[in-house]
């Protein structure tokens, strides 16, 4: 059974970057398109960025762009954010989503990692 298993989260100041791992235990990432949601305390879930299975298009939140960077690992069972230049607001639960290009920008991949905690401190 294919589980999503989010890594990386911490607590970091205010300008501070963390590195999020989504590492597929058994199975594979490739050919499908994966996307990082984060949940803040009191709040909705949000879209925070997605990668297509061919690793070329990209995209990110508003907010985001610019300060964070999705990529695909080459063991074909990892994707990251690179998380920099980390604000308050960007405190939350972040989690990945498998699926298809679309399924993801809005959460509706069929798999879902339990998440990692991000707490940014002024």
Do not use: H
Not at 41 to 47: H, L, N
Not at 79 to 89: A, D, F, R
């Amino acid at each position: 059974q294919v589980q999503l298993v989010e890594s990386g989260g911490g607590s970091v100041q205010a300008g501070g970057s963390l590195r999020l791992s989504c590492r597929a235990s058994g199975g594979l990432l490739q050919g499908f398109a994966v996307g990082w949601f984060r949940r803040a305390p009191g709040k909705e879930r949000e879209f925070v960025a997605r990668v297509g299975w061919s690793a070329e298009n990209v995209e990110y939140a508003g907010d985001i762009k610019g300060r964070f960077t999705i990529s695909r690992e080459k063991d074909g069972i990892t994707v990251t954010l690179q998380m920099n230049n980390l604000q308050p607001e960007d405190t939350g639960v972040y989690s990945c989503n498998r699926g298809i290009w679309q399924e993801v920008k809005t959460g509706q991949g069929s798999l879902w990692g339990r998440g990692t905690q991000v707490i940014v401190s002024s």
